[in-house]
Protein backbone atom coordinates (compact mmCIF):
# COMPACT_ATOMS: atom_id res chain seq x y z
CA UNK A 1 0.00 0.00 0.00
CA UNK A 2 1.49 3.47 -0.76
CA UNK A 3 1.96 5.33 2.50
CA UNK A 4 0.26 8.62 1.14
CA UNK A 5 1.23 10.67 4.07
CA UNK A 6 4.78 10.13 3.83
CA UNK A 7 4.72 11.00 0.11
CA UNK A 8 3.06 13.77 0.75
CA UNK A 9 5.81 14.95 3.65
CA UNK A 10 8.78 14.21 1.28
CA UNK A 11 7.05 16.17 -1.73
CA UNK A 12 5.91 19.36 0.56
CA UNK A 13 9.67 18.96 2.62
CA UNK A 14 11.05 19.04 -0.87
CA UNK A 15 9.12 22.24 -2.43
CA UNK A 16 9.71 23.85 0.93
CA UNK A 17 13.49 24.18 -0.35
CA UNK A 18 13.68 24.30 -3.81
CA UNK A 19 10.30 25.94 -4.60
CA UNK A 20 10.57 27.86 -8.10
CA UNK A 21 10.79 31.45 -7.71
CA UNK A 22 7.54 33.05 -9.87
CA UNK A 23 6.13 36.28 -9.99
CA UNK A 24 2.84 35.03 -9.70
CA UNK A 25 3.85 32.77 -6.65
CA UNK A 26 3.85 34.14 -2.93
CA UNK A 27 6.05 30.73 -2.38
CA UNK A 28 6.08 28.50 0.53
CA UNK A 29 6.89 30.60 3.31
CA UNK A 30 4.14 32.89 2.89
CA UNK A 31 1.79 30.28 2.31
CA UNK A 32 2.58 28.66 5.04
CA UNK A 33 1.80 31.76 6.80
CA UNK A 34 -1.35 32.25 5.76
CA UNK A 35 -0.37 34.56 3.05
CA UNK A 36 -2.25 33.64 -0.39
CA UNK A 37 -1.66 34.31 -3.84
CA UNK A 38 -3.35 37.24 -5.72
CA UNK A 39 -6.21 35.70 -7.62
CA UNK A 40 -5.68 37.54 -10.78
CA UNK A 41 -2.22 36.92 -10.88
CA UNK A 42 -2.69 33.40 -10.48
CA UNK A 43 -5.24 33.13 -12.85
CA UNK A 44 -3.98 35.27 -15.61
CA UNK A 45 -0.58 33.40 -15.50
CA UNK A 46 -2.41 29.97 -15.64
CA UNK A 47 -3.91 31.38 -18.83
CA UNK A 48 -0.50 32.07 -20.33
CA UNK A 49 1.01 28.97 -19.35
CA UNK A 50 -1.77 27.47 -21.25
CA UNK A 51 0.55 25.73 -24.40
CA UNK A 52 3.45 28.35 -23.57
CA UNK A 53 6.67 27.76 -21.48
CA UNK A 54 7.63 29.23 -17.95
CA UNK A 55 10.46 31.53 -19.78
CA UNK A 56 8.28 32.31 -22.64
CA UNK A 57 5.28 33.74 -20.82
CA UNK A 58 6.91 35.17 -17.74
CA UNK A 59 7.73 38.46 -19.76
CA UNK A 60 4.43 38.87 -21.01
CA UNK A 61 2.79 38.27 -17.44
CA UNK A 62 5.43 41.41 -15.98
CA UNK A 63 4.56 43.45 -19.00
CA UNK A 64 0.53 42.66 -18.54
CA UNK A 65 0.55 43.02 -14.65
CA UNK A 66 2.66 46.80 -15.21
CA UNK A 67 0.00 47.92 -17.62
CA UNK A 68 -2.95 46.52 -16.20
CA UNK A 69 -2.49 45.42 -12.53
CA UNK A 70 -6.01 44.61 -11.34
CA UNK A 71 -8.46 42.60 -12.92
CA UNK A 72 -10.40 45.62 -13.59
CA UNK A 73 -7.62 47.41 -15.00
CA UNK A 74 -7.66 44.47 -17.66
CA UNK A 75 -11.24 44.27 -18.28
CA UNK A 76 -11.36 48.04 -19.03
CA UNK A 77 -8.40 47.24 -21.97
CA UNK A 78 -9.84 47.92 -25.37
CA UNK A 79 -9.92 44.42 -27.50
CA UNK A 80 -7.55 45.71 -30.39
CA UNK A 81 -5.02 46.53 -27.20
CA UNK A 82 -5.37 43.46 -25.74
CA UNK A 83 -4.89 41.24 -28.60
CA UNK A 84 -1.84 43.38 -29.44
CA UNK A 85 -0.32 42.66 -26.04
CA UNK A 86 -0.93 38.71 -26.39
CA UNK A 87 0.83 38.56 -29.67
CA UNK A 88 3.51 35.65 -29.64
CA UNK A 89 1.78 33.61 -27.01
CA UNK A 90 -0.06 32.13 -29.60
CA UNK A 91 -3.78 29.82 -29.16
CA UNK A 92 -5.53 33.36 -29.60
CA UNK A 93 -9.04 32.43 -28.11
CA UNK A 94 -7.18 32.28 -24.82
CA UNK A 95 -6.64 36.39 -25.13
CA UNK A 96 -10.60 36.47 -26.49
CA UNK A 97 -11.39 34.41 -22.83
CA UNK A 98 -9.34 36.08 -21.21
CA UNK A 99 -11.10 39.67 -21.69
CA UNK A 100 -14.46 38.12 -21.20
CA UNK A 101 -13.58 36.66 -18.20
CA UNK A 102 -11.53 39.91 -16.88
CA UNK A 103 -14.75 41.73 -17.53
CA UNK A 104 -17.07 39.73 -15.97
CA UNK A 105 -15.47 39.84 -12.97
CA UNK A 106 -15.11 43.28 -12.92
CA UNK A 107 -19.25 43.91 -13.26
CA UNK A 108 -20.77 40.71 -12.12
CA UNK A 109 -18.57 40.26 -8.79
CA UNK A 110 -16.79 43.88 -8.10
CA UNK A 111 -13.54 42.98 -9.41
CA UNK A 112 -13.47 39.56 -6.93
CA UNK A 113 -12.67 36.71 -8.22
CA UNK A 114 -14.97 33.92 -6.75
CA UNK A 115 -13.25 31.71 -4.26
CA UNK A 116 -14.28 28.19 -5.12
CA UNK A 117 -14.00 25.97 -8.03
CA UNK A 118 -17.71 25.91 -8.57
CA UNK A 119 -18.02 30.15 -8.47
CA UNK A 120 -14.96 29.95 -10.99
CA UNK A 121 -16.08 27.46 -13.61
CA UNK A 122 -19.08 29.61 -13.69
CA UNK A 123 -16.46 32.72 -15.44
CA UNK A 124 -16.27 32.42 -19.38
CA UNK A 125 -13.66 30.92 -20.44
CA UNK A 126 -12.46 29.26 -17.18
CA UNK A 127 -12.22 25.34 -17.16
CA UNK A 128 -11.86 23.12 -15.11
CA UNK A 129 -7.86 22.75 -14.61
CA UNK A 130 -7.75 26.97 -14.28
CA UNK A 131 -10.63 26.41 -11.79
CA UNK A 132 -9.15 24.29 -9.86
CA UNK A 133 -5.07 25.79 -10.21
CA UNK A 134 -6.86 28.95 -8.67
CA UNK A 135 -8.66 27.85 -6.18
CA UNK A 136 -6.07 25.99 -4.97
CA UNK A 137 -3.25 28.06 -5.15
CA UNK A 138 -5.08 31.63 -4.74
CA UNK A 139 -7.62 30.20 -2.20
CA UNK A 140 -6.26 26.85 -0.37
CA UNK A 141 -9.35 24.77 -1.62
CA UNK A 142 -8.85 21.39 -1.74
CA UNK A 143 -9.12 20.93 -5.21
CA UNK A 144 -7.22 18.45 -7.87
CA UNK A 145 -4.58 20.45 -10.08
CA UNK A 146 -3.51 18.32 -13.02
CA UNK A 147 -1.79 19.71 -15.81
CA UNK A 148 0.82 18.51 -17.96
CA UNK A 149 3.24 18.17 -15.48
CA UNK A 150 1.62 16.44 -13.38
CA UNK A 151 0.09 13.89 -15.26
CA UNK A 152 3.51 13.03 -16.14
CA UNK A 153 4.62 12.64 -12.43
CA UNK A 154 1.48 10.48 -11.71
CA UNK A 155 1.90 8.00 -15.24
CA UNK A 156 5.53 7.57 -13.68
CA UNK A 157 4.16 7.00 -10.17
CA UNK A 158 1.86 4.56 -10.35
CA UNK A 159 3.37 3.38 -13.81
CA UNK A 160 0.28 3.83 -15.79
CA UNK A 161 0.35 1.71 -19.03
CA UNK A 162 -2.23 3.07 -21.05
CA UNK A 163 -1.30 5.45 -23.07
CA UNK A 164 -2.23 9.19 -22.86
CA UNK A 165 -4.48 10.65 -24.40
CA UNK A 166 -7.04 7.64 -23.37
CA UNK A 167 -5.16 7.53 -19.41
CA UNK A 168 -6.05 10.95 -18.39
CA UNK A 169 -8.68 10.25 -16.68
CA UNK A 170 -7.51 7.66 -14.66
CA UNK A 171 -4.23 9.93 -13.96
CA UNK A 172 -6.60 12.49 -13.30
CA UNK A 173 -8.34 9.91 -10.61
CA UNK A 174 -4.82 8.89 -9.07
CA UNK A 175 -3.60 12.35 -8.40
CA UNK A 176 -6.98 13.31 -6.83
CA UNK A 177 -5.89 10.90 -4.02
CA UNK A 178 -2.77 12.53 -3.20
CA UNK A 179 -4.98 15.44 -2.48
CA UNK A 180 -6.03 16.59 1.18
CA UNK A 181 -6.99 19.82 3.02
CA UNK A 182 -3.35 19.90 4.22
CA UNK A 183 -1.67 23.01 2.10
CA UNK A 184 -3.46 22.10 -1.11
CA UNK A 185 -2.25 25.34 -3.09
CA UNK A 186 1.33 23.95 -1.82
CA UNK A 187 0.70 20.78 -2.73
CA UNK A 188 -0.51 21.90 -6.70
CA UNK A 189 2.70 23.84 -6.70
CA UNK A 190 4.62 21.26 -5.19
CA UNK A 191 3.63 18.52 -8.34
CA UNK A 192 4.15 20.81 -10.45
CA UNK A 193 7.92 21.97 -10.13
CA UNK A 194 8.79 18.20 -9.25
CA UNK A 195 7.06 17.68 -13.03
CA UNK A 196 9.13 20.96 -14.69
CA UNK A 197 12.31 20.64 -12.77
CA UNK A 198 12.91 17.06 -11.72
CA UNK A 199 10.27 14.66 -13.41
CA UNK A 200 11.54 15.81 -17.09
CA UNK A 201 9.78 14.54 -19.91
CA UNK A 202 13.31 13.98 -21.70
CA UNK A 203 16.06 12.74 -18.83
CA UNK A 204 14.27 12.79 -15.69
CA UNK A 205 16.68 13.78 -12.49
CA UNK A 206 15.49 10.13 -10.39
CA UNK A 207 18.42 10.78 -8.32
CA UNK A 208 17.40 14.08 -7.24
CA UNK A 209 13.16 12.95 -7.19
CA UNK A 210 11.93 13.20 -2.95
CA UNK A 211 9.58 10.63 -4.08
CA UNK A 212 11.21 8.16 -6.12
CA UNK A 213 11.30 5.45 -2.92
CA UNK A 214 7.59 5.26 -4.23
CA UNK A 215 8.01 5.57 -8.04
CA UNK A 216 6.93 2.67 -9.99
CA UNK A 217 7.79 3.85 -12.88
CA UNK A 218 11.08 4.00 -11.61
CA UNK A 219 11.67 -0.10 -10.44
CA UNK A 220 10.61 -0.76 -14.29
CA UNK A 221 14.14 0.68 -14.98
CA UNK A 222 12.80 3.01 -17.55
CA UNK A 223 11.03 6.07 -15.93
CA UNK A 224 11.35 7.99 -19.30
CA UNK A 225 8.92 5.68 -20.99
CA UNK A 226 6.14 6.76 -18.98
CA UNK A 227 3.67 8.38 -19.92
CA UNK A 228 3.04 6.02 -23.12
CA UNK A 229 2.04 7.28 -25.78
CA UNK A 230 -0.11 6.82 -28.85
CA UNK A 231 1.19 6.99 -32.30
CA UNK A 232 0.95 10.70 -33.44
CA UNK A 233 -0.81 11.17 -36.54
CA UNK A 234 0.53 13.77 -39.41
CA UNK A 235 -0.05 16.71 -39.44
CA UNK A 236 -2.69 17.71 -42.76
CA UNK A 237 -1.28 21.02 -44.28
CA UNK A 238 -2.66 23.92 -45.67
CA UNK A 239 -2.06 26.60 -48.55
CA UNK A 240 -2.46 30.23 -48.55
CA UNK A 241 -1.77 33.57 -49.89
CA UNK A 242 -0.32 36.59 -47.58
CA UNK A 243 0.06 39.91 -49.68
CA UNK A 244 2.66 42.01 -48.10
CA UNK A 245 1.32 45.72 -49.41
CA UNK A 246 3.32 48.60 -48.89
CA UNK A 247 2.91 52.48 -49.13
CA UNK A 248 6.70 53.67 -48.76
CA UNK A 249 7.64 52.19 -44.97
CA UNK A 250 4.29 51.58 -44.17
CA UNK A 251 2.72 48.03 -44.65
CA UNK A 252 -1.15 47.46 -44.99
CA UNK A 253 -2.78 45.37 -42.22
CA UNK A 254 -6.57 44.29 -41.85
CA UNK A 255 -8.22 43.20 -38.42
CA UNK A 256 -9.62 39.53 -38.59
CA UNK A 257 -12.78 38.81 -37.87
CA UNK A 258 -13.39 37.88 -34.14
CA UNK A 259 -13.95 34.53 -34.15
CA UNK A 260 -11.44 31.63 -35.77
CA UNK A 261 -8.04 30.69 -35.96
CA UNK A 262 -6.50 34.57 -35.11
CA UNK A 263 -9.56 36.14 -34.21
CA UNK A 264 -9.86 39.79 -33.64
CA UNK A 265 -6.11 40.42 -34.24
CA UNK A 266 -4.31 42.56 -36.98
CA UNK A 267 -2.48 40.64 -39.98
CA UNK A 268 -1.57 40.56 -43.42
CA UNK A 269 -4.38 40.24 -45.71
CA UNK A 270 -4.50 36.50 -46.75
CA UNK A 271 -5.94 34.40 -49.06
CA UNK A 272 -8.27 31.33 -47.49
CA UNK A 273 -6.36 28.76 -46.35
CA UNK A 274 -6.86 25.42 -48.28
CA UNK A 275 -6.02 22.24 -48.54
CA UNK A 276 -4.08 22.74 -52.12
CA UNK A 277 -1.48 25.20 -53.38
CA UNK A 278 -2.78 28.42 -55.07
CA UNK A 279 -1.92 28.58 -58.90
CA UNK A 280 -0.65 32.07 -59.65
CA UNK A 281 -3.78 32.97 -61.48
CA UNK A 282 -6.03 32.02 -58.44
CA UNK A 283 -3.29 33.76 -56.37
CA UNK A 284 -3.74 37.52 -58.27
CA UNK A 285 -7.62 37.07 -58.51
CA UNK A 286 -7.57 36.80 -54.21
CA UNK A 287 -5.57 39.83 -53.70
CA UNK A 288 -6.61 42.64 -51.47
CA UNK A 289 -6.43 45.34 -54.49
CA UNK A 290 -5.27 44.90 -58.04
CA UNK A 291 -1.50 45.39 -58.46
CA UNK A 292 1.66 44.52 -59.69
CA UNK A 293 2.15 41.60 -57.22
CA UNK A 294 5.73 39.96 -56.67
CA UNK A 295 6.39 36.39 -55.50
CA UNK A 296 8.66 36.46 -52.56
CA UNK A 297 9.10 32.57 -51.79
CA UNK A 298 7.21 30.79 -48.84
CA UNK A 299 6.98 30.42 -45.46
CA UNK A 300 6.31 27.69 -43.46
CA UNK A 301 4.60 27.80 -40.15
CA UNK A 302 2.70 25.29 -37.71
CA UNK A 303 -0.49 25.70 -35.91
CA UNK A 304 -2.29 22.75 -33.33
CA UNK A 305 -3.73 20.77 -35.96
CA UNK A 306 -2.30 21.66 -39.39
CA UNK A 307 0.53 22.81 -41.29
CA UNK A 308 0.58 25.59 -43.26
CA UNK A 309 2.62 26.98 -46.54
CA UNK A 310 2.05 30.88 -47.13
CA UNK A 311 2.99 31.97 -50.33
CA UNK A 312 4.42 35.83 -50.24
CA UNK A 313 3.60 38.38 -52.86
CA UNK A 314 4.41 41.77 -52.83
CA UNK A 315 2.59 44.80 -54.11
CA UNK A 316 3.19 48.49 -53.57
CA UNK A 317 -0.91 50.13 -52.58
CA UNK A 318 -1.97 52.21 -55.61
CA UNK A 319 -4.56 54.17 -52.97
CA UNK A 320 -6.94 51.24 -53.01
CA UNK A 321 -8.31 49.83 -50.21
CA UNK A 322 -9.43 50.43 -46.45
CA UNK A 323 -6.07 49.45 -44.48
CA UNK A 324 -4.42 49.63 -40.82
CA UNK A 325 -1.13 50.89 -42.49
CA UNK A 326 1.82 49.99 -39.65
CA UNK A 327 5.28 50.97 -39.95
CA UNK A 328 7.60 48.57 -39.44
CA UNK A 329 8.63 48.74 -35.80
CA UNK A 330 4.78 47.97 -35.59
CA UNK A 331 5.07 44.56 -37.06
CA UNK A 332 6.69 43.13 -34.36
CA UNK A 333 3.66 42.55 -32.37
CA UNK A 334 2.22 40.97 -35.76
CA UNK A 335 0.77 37.31 -34.58
CA UNK A 336 3.94 34.90 -35.74
CA UNK A 337 2.94 33.62 -39.04
CA UNK A 338 2.35 36.90 -40.25
CA UNK A 339 5.70 38.43 -38.81
CA UNK A 340 7.10 35.98 -40.98
CA UNK A 341 5.10 36.94 -44.23
CA UNK A 342 6.16 40.32 -43.60
CA UNK A 343 9.63 39.87 -42.92
CA UNK A 344 9.67 37.68 -46.12
CA UNK A 345 7.88 40.39 -48.11
CA UNK A 346 9.86 43.55 -47.04
CA UNK A 347 13.55 41.80 -46.09
CA UNK A 348 13.62 41.00 -49.76
CA UNK A 349 13.06 44.33 -51.73
CA UNK A 350 14.52 44.90 -55.07
Known amino acids: MLDISALRAALLAWYDAQARDLPWRTGPAAGKAGQRSDPYRVW ?18 LSFTQRWPTVSDLAAVEDGDLMAAWAGLGYYARARNLLACARAVASEHGGVFPDTEHGLRALPGVGAYTAAAVAAIAFDREANVVDGNVER ?16 PELKRLAGELVTDQRPGDWAQALMDLGATVCRPKGPLCDRCPIAAWCEGLKTGAPETYPRK ?13 YVLTRGDATALVRRPPKGLLGGMLGLPTSDWRGNPWTDDEAIAAAPVAGAWRDFGTVEHVFTHFSLTLRVLRAESNGEGDFVWTCPEGLAALPSVFLKAAKAGRDRLV
Do not use: I, N
Open 44 to 61: LSEVMLQQTTVRHATPYF
Open 153 to 168: VMARLFAVEAPVPDAK
Open 230 to 242: TRKTDRPRRYGVA
